[in-house]
């Protein structure tokens, strides 16, 4: 069964940082691959996300992630955090399989962006 | 984009009534809805999957009959929990996709449920 795994439960960084935040997956094929981010109280907004091409993906806020195939990787990334970029992270994929397939998420990481 | 709205945002109801949910698709039509339970710091976890017109179909684990589902046209799909208990309290997230949109979903801003 396919699998999502975000080693850090809770990160923080402080503002201006960088960031860089882990996904893996266990998956036979390469999936679609996804990142969202949910602030408190609130729904999930897509940051970004890879279907095939090139494997550095530019998303919204000035996020990226890059999937790393060798690695079954495909982390977020932010050369300067800001603080209200503090929620919850989410990776999710979905088989590249045809049909409709069910969504695997990650169990989040929280990032905290301290002064 | 696509956008998704649930209503209502926030409902505290007293244990042993129902409480509807209703997720709209509001710019696209949506071929298929899906209905997520979060836990409290904790991932979103599938409950059921509906397409329009049809029955949803539950996860394991999900009781059906608590849950209800319809989906009945291609922009509204409500989520009904009969016969509610505090352990039923969470917070209820829809998503949809549609025609045109690969195997993207877009996520409503999410239901929070206190069964007092």
């Known amino acids: 069964a396919q699998s999502v795994t975000q080693p850090d439960i809770h990160i923080t960084v402080s503002e201006g940082a960088s960031l860089e935040l882990r996904c893996n997956y266990s998956?036979?094929?390469?999936?679609?691959l996804f990142w969202y981010v949910q602030s408190p109280g609130q729904g999930l907004q897509l940051l970004l996300k890879?279907?095939?091409?090139?494997?550095l993906v530019q998303g919204i806020k000035g996020f990226e992630a890059e999937f790393k195939r060798s690695q079954s990787s495909f982390n977020l990334r932010k050369p300067s955090v800001h603080w209200s970029d503090a929620a919850e992270y989410f990776c999710?994929?979905?088989?590249?399989?045809?049909?409709?397939?069910?969504?695997?998420f990650g169990t989040g990481t929280k990032l905290q962006v301290i002064p | 984009g696509a956008v998704v709205s649930q209503h209502p945002s926030r409902v505290i109801c007293k244990s042993g009534t129902s409480v509807k949910i209703e997720c709209r698709s509001l710019?696209?039509?949506?071929?298929?809805m899906f209905w997520y339970r979060q836990f409290p710091k904790k991932s979103l976890m599938l409950m059921a999957t509906?397409?329009?017109?049809?029955?949803?179909?539950?996860e394991q684990g999900v009781e059906k009959d608590k849950f209800l589902i319809n989906h009945a046209s291609l922009t509204l799909s409500t989520l009904t929990v009969t016969s509610a208990h505090p352990e039923d309290s969470s917070f209820y997230i829809c998503?949809?996709?549609?025609?045109?949109?690969?195997?993207?979903?877009?996520f409503g801003p999410g239901t929070r449920l206190t069964v007092l």
């Open positions: 890879y279907f095939s091409g090139d494997t």
């Open positions: 998956y036979g094929a390469t999936p679609y």
């Open positions: 998503s949809a996709r549609g025609y045109g949109y690969a195997d993207e979903q877009f």
């Open positions: 509906s397409n329009e017109g049809s029955k949803a179909t539950y």
């Open positions: 710019d696209f039509q949506a071929t298929t």
């Open positions: 999710a994929v979905v088989p590249n399989s045809g049909g409709y397939q069910k969504v695997t």
